[in-house]
């Protein structure tokens, strides 16, 4: 064991559960109408305390088991031969468990999204439950566990490069969103602006920080590694924040709020595979060139295929993943067979996992709330309670 990897690695694993808890919480329930903020808070907060003890129970097993090249087995199921002493290269392995638990909270969380403002609860639990355990486990251990799109496997010596999660978390999240999102249905009212910008920002803000630990831990030590992939992080950010800022600017006149903190969201997910493959330049090339495509992408998903993926869960997410990781060929850090085939085949998995799960479980518990229910609000309806008081 390593004290120094392990003490950076403790911080990050609390800064990626801020990410998620309250960052996500704060981005997502601002964008949506005040109506609905509490239910987007407690999707967020039911799917963390979820996904956890899925985590524990079998997802760490499915990922990083010894079970072979498509999924690491039940081995390691509730834990089973990890110890005190137990160590996941210089870090104990029960801190590596609990870094790789705050990714596998975030994932599913990213596809709420797509569908706040008319889904079903009791749909949100059982579906982001079985998805993590299906889709988003096998895929990291495809990746990062040792599996058959990881070096050695079937693009040979040189595998998928996914520093930290282009294609795991964001791709897959992304196209999860937009299979919800089709399958579901538009809300009834898609005309109604954010209720709280300001939420938005300081969202988006904890994000932003957070993702130091996210990008920077995925080092897994505290090094130069570590060190060029927190800076290169940032740099993207700063760089996809003013490119949508200017592009908007440039379009419609006026350079938003929502906006530019939405362009910081697309640099983050789109230096995510590159952070620690790609230098300070290349990471200002990225970020810019992410501010304006996801944007463009928003546009296209929302007023060409008329799709209300409700908070631009694939154009942000899922394409900024895509391309970064992409982007990794580009500039010569990756096998452009290895980023391209790995993107397709982890993008058909996904697409057809979601698909078959989304029909299963709408079986069990209704996908899509009543009319009455979206029109008074799933706060009230759904959570008996109010964000707002406004006459106390």
């Known amino acids: 064991m390593n004290g120094a990897d392990t003490a950076w690695i403790l911080v990050a694993t609390a800064l990626v559960l801020f990410m998620t808890l309250p960052g996500l919480a704060l981005f997502y329930g601002g964008l949506v109408r005040a109506r609905n903020v509490l239910s987007v808070f407690m999707q967020t907060y039911a799917i963390a305390c979820l996904m956890s003890v899925l985590w524990f129970a079998l997802g760490y097993s499915i ?34 468990i609990a870094f790789q638990m705050t990714f596998a909270i975030i994932t ?14 009791g749909f949100v639990l059982l579906f982001s439950g079985l998805w993590m355990l299906i889709c988003y486990a096998p895929v990291v251990h495809w990746i990062w566990g040792g599996g058959m799109l990881a070096d050695g496997g079937i693009f040979g010596d040189v595998g998928a ?10 791709e897959t999240a992304g196209l999860a969103a ?12 898609r005309t109604t602006p954010p209720h ?17 630990g996210f ?66 330049v290349a990471a200002l090339v990225i970020g810019a060139v992410a501010g304006i495509l996801c944007q463009e992408a928003v546009n296209v998903i929302r007023n060409k295929l ?7 869960v694939f154009a942000v997410h899922g394409v900024g993943g895509i391309f970064g990781t992409i982007m990794i060929a580009v500039f010569g ?3 452009w067979i290895a980023q391209l085939g790995s993107l397709v085949i982890v993008g058909a998995f996904t697409l057809v996992v979601t698909i078959v799960l989304v029909k299963l479980v709408a079986l069990v518990t209704p996908l899509r709330v009543d009319p009455e229910t979206e029109t008074t609000g799933l706060d009230l309806s759904v959570h008996g309670e109010r964000a707002y008081d406004i006459v106390s």
């Open 63 to 96: 990922a990083f088991g010894d079970g072979g090249a498509l999924w690491g087995g039940l081995g390691k199921a509730f834990l089973a031969g990890v110890g005190d002493d137990s160590l996941s290269g210089t870090l104990p392995e029960y801190l590596f």
């Open 108 to 121: 599913p969380a990213l596809i709420v999204g797509a569908y706040v403002e008319r889904i079903g609860f």
């Open 161 to 170: 490069r996914d520093f930290a999660g282009g294609i795991v978390v964001h």
């Open 178 to 189: 937009l299979v919800i999102a089709v399958m579901l249905g538009a809300r009834r009212n």
């Open 196 to 212: 709280a910008p300001g939420f938005v920002f300081i969202g988006a803000a904890m994000l932003w920080v957070g993702w130091f």
């Open 215 to 280: 990008n920077g831990g995925s080092q897994l030590a505290a090094d130069g590694g570590a060190a060029k992939a927190l800076l290169v992080t940032h740099l993207s950010a700063a760089a996809a924040s003013l490119s949508w800022a200017l592009w908007e600017k440039i379009k419609y006149g006026t350079p938003s709020l929502v906006g530019i903190v939405t362009g910081t969201i697309a640099g983050l997910a789109s230096i995510t595979p590159a952070s620690g493959f790609v230098g300070p």
């Open 306 to 312: 008329h799709i209300d993926d409700t908070l631009d």
């Open 333 to 335: 850090a990756g096998s």
